[in-house]
């Protein structure tokens, strides 16, 4: 089944390759695409319906009905910011929605902290070529921005 | 062994985990001794990857870092 992944943010849609981060920018823990925030207060929504299986202040793992796991991390090595400046509205097992609310944060903060808030969105374990149809450019929280055959 | 015992082994043992720490797709940690991680072991441990500065080594294990962490603190 050919599933729609959808931008959890606002901002800019970049390749992988960009990201400031190896394991990321390497495809280490799956193929997919990266979001350069728009710096300010924003929302990051689920990518795709299902469970919310992982969520950390700073990243989150949304898992499908048939067990495909799309991992978005806010930003990189936002395990040191220790949760400040995220705000959960959504909690682990809950069911959601696409597009759903997950976590607040404002990407102007993180980067006045030092940090990149370019936030991978990733389909975990899956072929480089399952995924198609990537998006780059202006995307808003809930556009398509990639396709998971 | 059990994935986190090999883990271990990787990473020199438990004497040389200085700290081990999980994030959502992989295992912060910080050895004694560099020289003594293993990192094609730790790969066929299952890790995606293995990234080291230093004394300080990333391994990618995906989102089930949290219970290997788990999995690691209750045999050390």
């Known amino acids: 089944m050919d599933i729609s992944i959808s931008s959890p943010l606002t901002g800019r849609a970049i390749g992988l390759a960009e990201v400031p981060d190896p ?12 979001v350069d925030p728009e710096r300010a207060p924003q929302v990051a929504v689920a990518p795709i319906a299902g469970r919310l299986v992982k969520l950390k202040p700073h990243a989150f793992v949304v898992q499908s009905e048939d067990g495909r796991g ?36 404002n990407p102007a903060d ?9 936030s991978p969105v990733i389909a ?6 399952a995924i198609e149809a990537i998006v780059a450019g202006a995307v808003a929280a809930g556009d398509e921005l990639f396709h998971w055959r | 062994m059990s994935k986190a015992e090999q883990i271990i082994a990787g990473l020199g ?22 020289s003594k991680v293993n990192e094609a072991a730790l790969k066929a441990a299952g890790a995606h990857g293995v990234m080291k500065v230093g004394n300080n080594v990333q391994v990618v294990v ?3 870092a949290d219970t290997i962490a788990n999995d690691i603190e209750d045999l050390m």
Do not use: K, Y
């Open chain 1, 110 to 118: 993180v980067q006045a902290r030092g940090l990149s808030p370019v």
């Open chain 1, 124 to 129: 975990l374990d899956a072929e480089t070529a």
């Open chain 2, 13 to 34: 043992g438990a004497d040389n985990i200085v700290e081990l720490e999980p994030c959502i797709t992989r295992l912060r940690t910080e050895v004694r001794d560099g």
């Open chain 1, 70 to 105: 799309v991992l978005v991390h806010l930003g990189i090595d936002t395990v040191n910011l220790e949760g400040v400046g995220f705000e959960l509205v959504a909690a682990e097992g809950d069911r959601l929605r696409a597009g759903q609310p997950i976590v607040t944060w």
């Open chain 2, 62 to 64: 995906g989102p089930e």
């Open chain 1, 23 to 34: 394991v990321f920018a390497g495809s280490m823990v799956g193929p997919g695409a990266a």
